[in-house]
């Protein structure tokens, strides 16, 4: 009888393999305790057909985990999915392991195992393995049920019959050998697929390629070579980015050709509207799509050519599609003060601007350039257009916003305006218009066509201009001048000019010593009067004057929200309307100086996340003080729990409590200086265009006066979100008492109802929030969080939200949980103890 289990198991094996082949799917199977090592005789597992194998593969000092498609005939790889890929490599000794737990490596050092990023939780044990002929490795359980698979998880390909979908990504690899993460992604966004430099701000203006759709369900690659995008809407006459071909000979998936001529939601694209040709009986073809190390989305066909007993004789690789023809038109391909040119060949060529070198440092991987003279006198110089030169060059383009645009002047005006003005190092003059630019540029690319004559002015100190010369279509020529005297003749005049050189050398030296210590003086003088010097260097910050920010709000006419520090007013700034929101800080709120306001500013513009609204400048006038914000159209989640009558799908509640967490995350342990919000409610987190939680006035608590107490805090109506510590005077404050806020917020996220309310409810328990939740909880009833009409309730996703916002919510900070695991347990990452009553304590 013991033998019966391991009958039927092979029975569902020998049924799996038998309906694998019909389908033409086919798979290698893994069982458990298989294992691989870099130098042993299994390095790796190979699909049934031998074109994918996954396991070990060189790369650097060392070897990594991987899947690629194996060619016979050259001998060669292409990966197209790594594991844990930046990771240092691993070491000869390692050894990988398939386990019940998941694939854990052993790396040779006597350390215990660690678990790869492929694998399941805690509660999910794996029966077997399997590397299928489409390229996917996929973990199963007992029950057949796929755990995970690598199709899931895409670094920087997709395969034929592979998806992505919204939010997922696809990162270059650093180099062809080298595949950790490199300098470019491509994001699926609500507004369609985008590409943009890996380090950017994912800004619009730094995008280089978009698919251009209004919306999608996911971007396929199916096995026949096609691409599609699943319900999409084009941008007018199918303008989508990509050759398209018509899609109503496709079903909804594009996987095989139908014959249906009735309405499509999909658009499918291919390798332009010529016919693909046809591979002969004994060719079979895999396509892949990659994001290279350049930055450019290229299609690739693999045939494998096949003799007798299916055996592949030879291969071969063609690309049939690439995104963008030209490699310079990928914005941050060049880094940072180099612009992009093609040579005669095609081939895009870096070059750095005049007066400048490649940086040596190791973080710019030789893709940066620096400036050969760093230092200079600009800000205590009295007429700093003496110390710099300009140098021309033509048909350039910067891809940055400019800082300031001068209209109607001609181009030495143009010169002289960036000259005076310490903080321009470029300017673009187009047409009579002046476009002004900090420091490093970005973006630069030589453009072909001169229909409009632009042409860069680059700043450069008077000391450095005498060795260079503008660049060329060839390399930089630096012109020497060779004196030849006559020994004989000029002896004399050459020792009385050596001597008399070395007296006026000595009276040179000693007079700039004594004007070297005058200037530091007054250079020091100077810094102690400036209150301005240096900020919009160190936080890139624009300073807008009060006229300028009435007139862009139209007077402060439009208020689109009101908090504790102040009204909020909508506005456009810059030739291409840019919205931007306005706080307009009440006058009771601060009392420092326009220095120290300054200074606090600094910290809160060092943050940079995409979960936290952007800083992008401040106005200070006397008592008035002003910040702009970037404009976050879709509102405040206050308006999207309390006001607007939208049923929010569980996993979209669980991906704002996850915007919420990251962002505090960011704000307590990951910026240059921790930040306490002090303020977290619904009212502070707001919403962009794709649905993404964004975190506002954060850091103002560093900004209030000394005499504004705490029991203050909350005049706006938003104790019910405060720590019990903020009630008492004496009790420091820490990042415990946003996650009391936190857990505030996350229960109305579940139940969609104020913390405390007093209408609507139908007994007196209900009125505070915590409580009630803690009661429906421990009575085993989640239901009456609920209300009716919510008929597709993730159960698993409910109490798993509602055991973390009651751990958040406890009086003793000690026992509240901090930001790193309430995100590990929001995913599913960690063990969710039960909590306790989180009633108030009398101490």
């Not at 595949?179 to 491509?186: K, T, V």
């Not at 030789?366 to 021309?392: G, R």
């Not at 190092?425 to 630019?437: L, M, R, V």
């Not at 402060?556 to 929200?561: A, K, R, V």
């Amino acid at each position: 009888m013991a033998s019966t289990p391991i009958l039927l198991l092979l029975f569902f094996f020998m049924l799996y393999t038998a309906e694998a082949k019909t389908e033409k799917n086919y798979s290698s199977i893994i069982g458990l305790g298989s294992s691989l090592s870099p130098k042993g005789e299994n390095t790796s597992w190979p699909s049934s057909s031998g074109h994918f194998a996954f396991g070990f593969y060189p790369q650097g000092s060392g070897f990594a985990v991987g899947i690629w498609l194996v060619s016979p005939s050259e001998n060669t790889t292409t990966v197209v999915w790594t594991a844990n890929r930046d990771a240092p490599p691993f070491s000869t000794n390692s050894i990988l392991n398939l386990t019940e737990r998941g694939l854990l490596l052993q790396n040779g050092k006597g350390d215990s195992p660690n678990k790869l990023d492929s694998g399941s939780s805690s509660t999910e044990l794996i029966s077997w393995a399997s590397m299928d002929d489409s390229g996917n490795f996929v973990l199963y359980d007992e029950d057949f049920y796929i755990i995970w698979q690598s199709f899931y998880h895409p670094t920087d390909t997709i395969l034929g019959g592979q998806n992505l979908t919204i939010d997922d990504e696809l990162v270059s690899s650093m180099s062809k050998s080298d595949h950790s993460s490199g300098r470019f992604y491509l994001s699926m966004q609500s507004g369609g697929i985008v590409a943009y430099p890996f380090y950017s701000f994912r800004a619009v203006e730094d995008a280089y390629w978009s698919t251009n759709t209004i919306s999608y369900s996911k971007l396929s690659l199916n096995v026949l070579g096609f691409f599609c995008l699943n319900g999409a809407v084009a941008r007018g006459a199918m303008q989508t980015g990509l050759p398209y071909s018509d899609c109503n000979l496709y079903d909804r998936d594009c996987s095989r050709v139908s014959r249906s001529s009735g309405p499509s939601n999909s658009l499918c694209f291919h390798d332009g509207n010529k016919p693909r040709k046809k591979s002969p009986n004994n060719t079979t073809s895999i396509y892949r799509a990659t994001l290279d190390v350049d930055g450019n989305l290229r299609l690739y066909e693999h045939q494998f050519h096949f003799v007798g007993n299916n055996t592949t004789a030879s291969s071969r690789v063609e690309m049939l599609w690439q995104a963008l023809n030209d490699t310079c038109q990928v914005k941050g391909f060049c880094g940072l003060n180099r612009y992009c040119s093609s040579n005669m060949s095609g081939d895009a060529v870096c070059k750095c601007y005049p007066g400048f070198v490649p940086s040596k440092t190791k973080s710019s991987a030789n893709m940066d350039c620096v400036q050969m003279h760093s230092k200079d006198d600009c800000e205590s110089s009295e007429d700093p257009a003496m110390l710099y030169n300009i140098t021309h060059l033509e048909n350039m383009s910067w891809g940055d916003i400019p800082y300031s645009v001068m209209l109607r002047m001609k181009m030495e005006t143009c010169e002289k305006a960036c000259k005076e003005d310490c903080v321009c190092g470029g300017a673009i003059y187009t047409n009579g218009t002046c476009n002004k630019y900090r420091l490093p540029l970005i973006y630069g690319r030589f453009q072909n066509d001169t229909s409009t004559m632009s042409v860069a002015l680059l700043k450069i100190p008077s000391s450095t201009t005498a060795i260079i010369s503008p660049p060329t279509s060839n390399e930089i020529n630096v012109h020497k001048s060779n004196v030849v005297f006559d020994n004989k003749r000029n002896l004399i005049m050459i020792l009385a000019f050596t001597l008399g050189s070395v007296s006026l050398i000595c009276l040179i030296f000693a007079v700039s010593i004594f004007f070297t210590y005058r200037r530091q003086v007054n250079r020091y003088a100077v810094l102690s009067e400036s209150e301005k010097l240096g900020f919009t260097e160190e936080c890139s910050l624009r300073s807008f004057s009060l006229d300028e920010l009435a007139k862009a709000t139209g007077g402060f006419s439009e208020e689109i929200g009101r908090g504790s520090f102040g009204a909020v007013y909508k506005g456009t700034i810059g030739d291409n309307n840019r919205s931007i929101a306005v706080k307009r800080l009440e006058e009771r709120i601060t009392d420092e100086g326009e220095r120290e306001f300054q200074a606090e500013i600094t910290a809160i513009a060092r943050t940079h996340h995409r979960n936290l609204v952007k800083l992008i400048g401040f106005c200070i006038e006397g008592s008035k003080k002003l910040l702009v914000y970037e404009f976050v159209s879709k509102g405040s989640l206050a308006n999207l729990l309390f006001e607007w009558e939208i049923r929010l799908p569980w996993k979209e509640r669980m991906k704002l409590a996850l915007d919420v967490a990251r962002g505090l995350l960011y704000l307590h342990e990951e910026c240059e200086v921790q930040i306490i919000h002090c303020n977290i409610n619904p009212r502070n987190i707001l919403m962009d265009e794709a649905w993404t939680a964004k975190i506002s006035d954060f850091g103002f608590s560093r900004l209030l006066k000394r005499g504004h107490s705490r029991t203050k805090k909350g005049d706006d109506g938003t104790s019910r979100y405060l720590a019990p510590e903020w009630q008492k005077d004496d009790a420091s404050v820490s990042v415990k008492a946003d996650i009391y806020s936190f857990g505030v917020v996350l229960l109305e996220i579940i139940c969609r109802r104020r913390s405390i309310e007093m209408n609507n409810i139908s007994s007196a328990d209900e009125i505070l929030l915590s409580s009630w939740v803690y009661q429906c909880f421990a009575a085993g009833q989640l239901n009456k969080l609920i209300t009716r009409d919510e008929k597709d309730v993730d159960w698993k996703i409910l109490e798993r939200m509602v055991k973390v916002g009651l751990w958040c919510v406890q009086d003793h900070q000690s026992l509240r949980p901090a930001i790193k695991n309430i995100i590990l347990m929001l995913e599913g990452l960690k063990d969710i103890p039960v909590p306790p009553s989180p009633a108030r304590l009398v101490e």
